[in-house]
């Protein structure tokens, strides 16, 4: 004992801070583990969830497909998630768009911040299940919507940038600095939806401003009341509430009601779900509301 002793004496004072961190990492790794993970989503009863792998831009990811109940066809919506995040993260989404009759498609982006390549594999990933290359039941019906979360939403204005295979876009609370994303924003001549929490540091001040007023097509927006960015993901972490602040499931609530809303009117034109869009300025959960060539939309007879 006295020999050990010594010995941990003659120890240079780095190799005992080392091993004590050690010994700490060991002891708080599955606190660690719960700060970090996602909690798991059950789709809906009747959504059958289908995992894959794709090849997309150049890198194998997997890809989730919520399977709408007792649909022989069904209209297409593709719903890409975050920097640094992934499609687990945007899972609530896609359930809640399958269990109103959508084929929802969440994929893993192949990087975590180049727009150009993730756009690419969106593009990719929806032309391939247009073609039925990955799913045949059910059939992919018509054009498509994409719905991008945060770095997302700049993925996607990529990939529906002259884009013929999509009708609308839906950024959820939409990020994405630099002339592209608003260059992409300008070239977009489909109905665009940008539905946005409070400006802060996470949402580079409320970016999702610029991205609307860039926008050229028929556009609305509205802010989620008290909102911070990651009441847009569904379900989020514990590690995303410590950086971007603490979600709520009202306000998440509200974003997924706007959200199926948006797709509705953009992708089935469905005119009930446009006026919904209207009522949001009695609705004390939004704020700012905004349309710009409301004239533009067209809705089926």
């Given amino acids: 004992m006295a020999m050990f002793q010594h010995r941990l004496r003659r120890r240079p004072w780095w190799a005992l801070l080392s091993a004590a961190l050690i010994v700490a990492l060991f002891a708080g790794c599955g606190t660690l583990r719960d700060f970090l993970r996602v909690p798991t989503w059950l789709p809906p009863e009747g959504v059958l969830k289908r995992a894959q792998t794709c090849r997309l831009a150049g890198k194998t990811v997997k890809v989730d497909f919520y399977l709408p109940p007792h649909a022989d066809s069904a209209p297409v919506v593709v719903i890409a ?4 995040r992934n499609r687990k993260t945007m899972a609530g ?3 809640m768009l399958a269990q109103d009759g959508f084929l929802a498609i969440v994929p ?10 993730n756009g690419k594999a969106v593009a990719e990933l929806l032309a391939g299940v247009q073609a039925g290359q990955w799913i045949q039941q059910p059939r992919p019906g018509g054009r498509a919507a994409l719905v991008g979360f945060s770095a997302g939403g700049a993925a996607t204005l990529v990939a529906a940038e002259g884009n013929t295979n999509v009708i609308c876009w ?3 609370d939409p990020v994405g600095k630099g002339k592209a994303t608003l260059q992409a924003a300008a070239l977009l001549d489909v109905p665009g939806f940008v539905l946005r929490a409070e400006p802060s540091r996470w949402n ?5 401003r610029d991205i609307f007023n860039a926008l050229s097509g028929p556009a609305f927006s509205l802010v989620v009341h008290r909102a911070s960015h990651v009441d847009a993901e569904n379900p989020t972490s514990r590690a995303a509430e410590w950086a971007c602040g603490a979600s ?5 609530e509200v974003f997924g009601r706007y959200l199926l809303a948006s797709v509705r009117a953009g992708l089935r034109r469905d005119e009930a779900a446009f006026n919904q869009l209207r009522a949001a300025t009695n609705d004390a959960a939004v ?12 809705f089926a007879p």
Avoid at 108 to 117: A, S, V, Y
Avoid at 204 to 208: I, Q, R, T
Avoid at 292 to 297: D, T, V
């Fill in 108 to 117: 893993d982006l192949p990087t975590w911040k180049d727009h150009e390549r």
């Fill in 170 to 172: 839906i950024g959820l």
């Fill in 81 to 84: 998630h975050g920097f640094s």
């Fill in 287 to 298: 704020r700012e509301v905004q349309f710009r060539k409301p004239e533009g939309f067209e």
């Fill in 204 to 208: 580079a001040n409320g970016n999702a």
């Fill in 93 to 95: 989404w896609g359930g």
């Fill in 248 to 252: 709520d499931p009202e306000r998440r």
